[in-house]
Each structure stands twice: as C-alpha cells, then as structure tokens.
C-alpha cells in the first residue's frame, strides 16, 4: 500500500489526501451522531475503496479513530436530553473491551479476504433485517 502523507508539501499545501480523510472524518462524525453508526459502516468501506488499505488496516484505523474522540460532544448531548441509560452504557462498554480484545486477536489471524467477505455478510444481514424485519 502506498503510504499516505498527512504532512505538508514542501510548497506549505496540504496533501489532497489530508482533506479527504478530514471530511470522511466529518461526515462520517455527522451520521454517527446523527443515527449512531459510523466507524464500521462508512470508514471501512471508505478506506478499503476509496483509499485502497487492506480490510486489516482499514479495521484497525477505523478503532484508533474511535479512541480519542469515541462521541464525546455527541454523547454529551444525549445525556443533556435523557437520553442515555449510565449503567447500561457502562455494561456495553466493559463486554465491548472484552469482545474487541478477542475479536481483534482472532481477525488478524484471519485472511484479507475472509475477512472482508465476513464484514459484508454482516453488513448485508444487519441492513436485511432492518429492511424486512419488524
């Protein structure tokens, strides 16, 4: 893979690339805080398509993204509504620590490939039951 410069050029303007991943980062933080979704759904895909990474690197990426920000300005203002359930959000977030250390560990055992074919099921059987289930 081609490696990416988020440094200026010599001539002080920024790589194209840098405002491309800005505003995927933008939009991408709109739909999150918008519908809840965001990392998974449109960064991988983003990264894998539109910028060339491996499933693994765009995997990867898109969990270091998450990890300053994880929705704070958006989480806030849920919990300025009502709209959050603190014990239930600090539940999910412990199995969510626990799951994501032994998901990663297996799925960089895993081929490319595999792997991606295994995001997309998912993604297919999520969008499916939201189209056609109750």
Known sequence: MKQISLLPQKN??????????????????????????????????????????TQKMAQGTSLAMLLPPVGLLAVMQYYKAGNIDIKVALLLSAGYLIGSYFGSTYAVTLSNELLKKIFGALLLLVAMKMLIGK
């Open 12 to 53: 002080m303007e920024f790589n194209f690339n840098t405002v491309l991943f800005l505003l995927t980062g933008i939009v991408v933080g709109f739909s999150s805080g918008m519908v809840g979704v965001g990392g998974g759904v449109f960064v991988i895909p983003i990264l894998v398509f539109l910028f060339g990474f």
